[in-house]
């Protein structure tokens, strides 16, 4: 009796640990983020018979419009520091007030206790701008919306110890 009452507490802590463990998702088109290499996404993607353009700076841009979460984006960037995947941007140039709001309950319903304060600004003359970021110790997502007319959207994936790394590298005496 009492090795069955351990074996119950002991799934009851595994189950628990598990689902407080739960993140946000840093496996994008296939690749896992701050793991995945540069030559290995961009071979994958070329077999795949995906048409993109592979930068030696550590960039891969998408040429087509790509499916990605229920959406068509027009333009997609592969970002890598060090050989390894960074960041992963997606891009829209026409996405309507609605959709974009579909879009950002997605996110907030699946994503809610690692929301930020959202950010809106005044386009002064560019549309107004919404800001959403999503953020816990691995990984940063953040949904930009600006009604300049036509509605642009980007949804960004970050690994955050890369592009923190890549930020602190960079020159800031050139600013």
Not at 122 to 149: H, P
């Amino acid at each position: 009796m009492e090795a069955l009452k351990r074996k119950t507490c002991l799934i009851f802590l595994l189950f628990f640990s598990i689902t407080i463990s739960a993140q946000l998702q840093n496996k994008i088109l296939g690749y896992t983020l701050g793991i995945s290499q540069f030559d290995y996404v961009n071979n994958n993607l070329n077999a795949k018979g995906i048409d993109c353009l592979a930068w030696t700076s550590g960039k891969i841009e998408i040429k087509n419009t790509l499916s990605f979460g229920g959406y068509n984006w027009d333009y997609t960037e592969l970002n890598f520091v060090g050989k390894k995947f960074s960041s992963a941007s997606f891009k829209a140039y026409s996405f309507s007030r609605t959709q974009y709001e579909k879009l950002r309950n997605v996110l907030v319903s699946k994503y809610l206790s690692y929301q930020k304060p959202t950010k809106t600004s005044n386009g002064y003359g560019y549309g107004d701008t919404v800001t959403e970021t999503f953020q816990d110790s691995k990984t940063t997502i953040v949904l930009f919306y600006n009604n300049n007319g036509s509605g642009y959207v980007s949804l960004t994936y970050k690994d955050r110890k890369l592009t923190e790394r890549e930020t602190s590298t960079s020159n800031s005496n050139e600013l």
